[in-house]
């Protein structure tokens, strides 16, 4: 018996299987675009909600497309070229976000970390000061704080924030060499620093001899769970006497880059 292949749907089911395929298609070259352009799929804050949609967008229409193509070829008996390219891109489409989610995290290096964060958030021509000492300043004594403000965002972050903790238990020196031109000066020679002492003139000074300099930052020394790729760090900045903020950082690594998840506000002047 011959089988007579047609390129569009006749079904109910196919139609939407085939409709739902293309929606997953154009979120998903719309997520990996906005990554690979921005280095994330959303800044700072808005991070955790855009991705958090995007991923839900992309179950939903992922799933949903296989569910309604596999139903319409088995039990309407769909024979279009169409319903099997929506089959076989969602079913591709569903394992490839399953491996990105949940799949074994690439190993990396704390230094590789300390790089991401260094360079994020540059603008061209200028760069942030960061001290060369990583510990967790005042976050010092926050640790079920920080528990609890992120289990009030239904996320469970506790080994992560043991990890940081421990890993800070005594201040740790940068050895990584400054870069301007990238976005980032380490204030080795504490030049920056000494604008604050006793004989400096604070950030009228600072901001007459560097006009390039943006804020100045300090970061502890991150923790990393390999097992989920989640990164957490204390990150704080000053940009003038009365304004800057400190909070807890999660990222999640992946490809190299650093995906912000979720943050907590700590401190803000």
């Not at 949609?53 to 279009?80: M, P, W």
């Not at 043991?162 to 870069?179: C, G, H, K, R, Y």
């Not at 976005?183 to 950030?203: A, H, M, R, V």
């Not at 000053?238 to 650093?258: P, S, T, W």
Request: hydrophobic share 45%; proline share 3%.
């Amino acid at each position: 018996m011959k089988l007579r292949m047609n390129i569009l749907t006749k079904s109910y089911l196919g139609r939407w299987s085939v409709s739902l395929s293309a929606t997953f298609m154009i979120v998903f070259f719309v997520s990996i675009g906005s990554f690979l352009l921005l280095g994330a799929l959303a800044p700072n804050l808005a991070g955790s909600i855009a991705l958090k949609l995007e991923i839900a967008a992309l179950s939903v229409t992922g799933i949903g497309a296989f569910i309604s193509g596999l139903i319409s070829i088995t039990k309407k008996r769909e024979r279009s070229i169409l319903i099997f390219l929506s089959v076989v891109i969602s079913l591709m489409g569903v394992l490839l976000l399953g491996i990105v989610i949940w799949g074994s995290p690439q190993e990396v290096s704390e230094e590789e970390i300390i790089n991401l964060i260094l360079t994020q958030d540059t603008m061209e021509g200028h760069y942030h000061v960061f001290d060369p000492e990583m510990s967790l300043m005042l976050f010092s004594d926050k640790d079920d704080n920080i528990r609890y403000s992120f289990r009030q965002e239904g996320l469970n972050f506790d080994t992560l924030v043991t990890t940081l903790f421990a890993n800070n238990a005594e201040p740790v020196q940068m050895n990584i060499q400054s870069s301007p031109d990238k976005g980032y000066l380490i204030d080795y020679d504490g030049k920056f620093q000494s604008y604050f002492e006793k004989d400096g003139d604070g950030w009228t000074q600072l901001r007459q001899e560097n006009p390039e300099a943006r804020s100045l930052v300090y970061i502890s020394v991150p923790a990393y769970d390999p097992k989920t790729g989640f990164v957490m760090i204390c990150l704080g900045w000053q940009g003038d006497a009365l304004f800057g903020e400190g909070r807890v950082m999660v990222y999640k690594y992946i490809f190299g880059r650093l995906i912000t998840i979720s943050s907590i506000l700590i401190w803000i002047s």
